[in-house]
């Protein structure tokens, strides 16, 4: 294969100049704007990051789509079909993300190699299922080609800028993260397994940031020489990172709790684990008043989305009601707080109308899912996933706006620190929460004094 022949660089189309459907502008807020004489961009948006943000939500999803449907295979479950589509539905776009930039050729090539590592994830399945050893060794071999070829295809693309060895090393990362996923859920060892999809999914976000470094670095014409690693980029991908796994695992532990899996307490873990590493970070640097208040507020959906799975599956219809109640009472609650934080700058009513956006599209997923409509399930998860997203623009967009000297910097010369070279990408929460942990807590003081004075 002559990789080298087949990448001729053409202008980019539109799709990776704007965010990935379902990803929304940030409304007007972005920070102090561009800077030059080598400080760094507030923007949160601009097509720099745009690019970034995009490519994280399709690699991010592919990690937990990948995951979903290795389960759902291995236990034979009627929904696989619908989550392997889904799955081939996500290459569809990151192929025709590739094709934007490099040409149509290129981007069937990409197809070709990207297809073959989610097909030889099926071959460990089926091995797996079977029981045959030899032929769970030859699928982890095969992965382990299509290490080198992939890498090999990414470094021609980049001219150099993303090195094959270190992708081999990052894309073993990924390879091994998903396969421990799978390997410790059919051993029943369940948080270990959770652990996997967890780390896989964040390590994604690092993939997303070299490759958009990379392509930005190549062609800057065409993104108005904006750069992807700035502090404002990294808190709208950090923001991104937690809304969107929380969505993603949200609709995982509903269809877990309904079919009454015995992996559903790890699932739920998961979930809630997801909305403790928000909560400790901010107890850490700004004590347990403020943390505690914002913990309470968010885990209260959650535990609404638990009541009306509880319902279903009990074919209560007042009790879906009541939950359905109690998620409308959250939504107001949760965006007076946010209004609040932010000085004004989100407003309540737009708030609570995307709070709703995101409760009804989790709905949809498992009502779906439940009644056995899983095209629509996947769909509509899908599009949850992608709305959070949006979540974050928008919460980024506020911040920045709100603490513009904690986003200020000289500009990085090299290339960023991603988890492409071998390391799983850990999220740093350092600038995100020493912001975000000031804001809950003056929350929570002006939510304290509202709730008393309407006690009162």
Do not use: C
């Not at 619908?82 to 094709?99: I, K, Y």
């Not at 392509?215 to 923001?239: C, G, M, N, W, Y």
């Not at 737009?350 to 599209?361: A, F, P, S, T, Y």
Request: aromatic letters at 10%; a negative charge.
């Amino acid at each position: 294969m002559n990789i080298k022949k087949s990448l001729v660089a053409i202008p980019l189309s539109f799709s990776l100049l704007i965010p990935a459907a379902g990803v929304v502008n940030a409304h007007g807020h972005e920070g102090g704007g561009s800077h030059s004489m080598g400080e760094v961009s507030m923007e949160v948006s601009n097509p720099a990051v745009d690019l970034r943000a995009t490519l994280d939500a399709i690699l991010s999803e592919h990690a937990y789509l990948a995951v979903v449907a290795m389960q759902k295979g291995i236990d034979g479950k009627e929904d696989f079909e619908a989550a392997a589509a889904q799955l081939g539905e996500n290459t569809d776009d990151l192929s025709a993300a590739v094709a934007s930039v490099y040409g149509e050729e290129a981007g069937a090539q990409f197809k070709d190699i990207w297809s073959s590592h989610i097909g030889y994830f099926v071959d460990y399945v089926t091995a797996t299922a079977e029981k045959d050893e030899e032929g769970r060794k030859s699928a982890l071999a095969e992965l382990d080609k299509y290490r080198v070829e992939q890498a090999a295809f990414l470094d021609t693309a980049t001219d150099g800028r993303l090195k094959a060895k270190d992708l081999e090393d990052g894309l073993k990362v990924h390879v091994d993260q998903l396969i421990w996923a799978f390997d410790n859920y059919v051993a029943g060892d369940y948080d270990k397994a959770y652990e996997s999809v967890r780390e896989s999914m964040h390590h994604m976000f690092g993939t997303g940031k070299g490759l958009s470094w990379a392509i930005t670095d190549q062609f800057p014409e065409k993104f108005d020489s904006k750069s992807v690693d700035t502090p404002a980029a990294d808190l709208r991908a950090d923001l991104n990172s937690v809304f969107s796994e929380h969505a993603a695992l949200a609709a995982l532990a509903m269809q877990k709790g309904i079919d009454g899996t015995d992996d559903f307490e790890a699932s739920a873990a998961a979930l809630g684990g997801n909305t403790e590493d928000l909560t400790a970070t901010i107890e850490s640097v700004y004590g347990a008043e403020g943390a505690k208040q914002f913990n309470e507020i968010w885990s209260s959906h959650i535990g609404y989305f638990v009541d009306y799975v509880t319902a279903t599956a009990e074919e209560d219809e007042e009790g879906k009601k009541q939950a359905l109640a109690e998620l409308d009472e959250y939504r107001v609650e949760q965006a007076a707080f946010l209004e609040t934080a932010t000085e004004g700058r989100l407003k309540a009513a737009d708030l609570e109308e995307g709070l709703k956006v995101h409760i009804d599209q989790l709905l949809m997923a498992f009502d779906s899912y439940a009644e056995g409509d899983y095209e629509t399930a996947y769909n509509s998860i899908h599009e949850a996933y992608n709305h959070m997203f949006g979540f974050g623009q928008m919460m980024a967009g506020a911040v920045v706006d709100q603490f513009p000297e904690n986003f200020a910097g000289e500009k990085p010369s090299d290339m960023p620190k991603t988890g492409m070279g071998g390391m799983s990408n850990s999220t740093d929460y350092t600038i995100l929460w020493s912001v975000f942990g000031f804001i809950l807590v003056s929350a929570a003081g002006a939510l304290f004094i509202r709730r008393k004075a309407s006690n009162n």
